[in-house]
């Protein structure tokens, strides 16, 4: 009869012998799917994206569950305007990491590009609630609002961009929001934000010919002539 010591040894070093074997294998495939990241990222800076797809497929055989590997490959499908492929990649990485505020922000500009609207709006409500102190999404759902026909959301969203964090002298929100407030009839605020737009982003045509538009609801004819001649000069001078 075999002692149950030697017994007990001898499991103890079969356990330790599978677990030392096992560590090469692990290695070598996590550097293989390393390679193949850097293959990808080197694919895409040269511009060969439908290459970089094809890496990262044979990464993601490997590591099907690698978000930063689906987050790349969505990346990849949408250079080459594969969008389905592109938004299943980031549908597949949310289900991985639903809290990740990014993938829905990328997911959501991939359906505004897509023609999606109304499905990019909704991942930009998931993002906004993920990641409240990230302003970005505020502009870009604004943007989408504005070609809904969703002019109050609009300029409540370019609001919050301005008042919260975002970069309040963004000449592109000023003038949004400046035209959405004119359209609204909100003639005094449009007039306040054009005003501010030409303060600060004074080489912007757009700021002087949107007071133009103002000063003509307001009856200042000679006012608006004055500026939209400004905005004229600027465009002439690009």
Known sequence: ????????????????????????????????VEKYKSEAKYYCKQLEHKKAVDVLTKALLLAPNDVELLEQRSDAYGQIFIMDKAEADLTRAISINPQNAGYYRHRARLYFRDG???KAVADYDAAVKLDPNDVAPYRDRGRIHEQLGNGKKAIEDFQKFITSGGNDNNGEVLQK????????????????TFNRMIKYVPDLSGGYYGRARVYEKLGKFDLA??????????????
């Open 116 to 118: 999606k609207l109304q």
């Open 1 to 32: 009869m075999i002692p149950l010591r030697n017994t007990v040894l001898k499991v103890i070093t079969l356990v330790i012998a599978g677990a030392t074997l096992s560590v090469p294998a692990v290695c070598g495939k996590n550097s293989t």
């Open 177 to 192: 929001l400046g035209d959405l407030y004119l359209k609204d009839g909100q003639t005094q605020r449009a007039l306040e």
């Open 225 to 238: 002539k004055s500026d939209k001649q400004k905005g004229k000069e600027l465009d002439l001078a690009f």
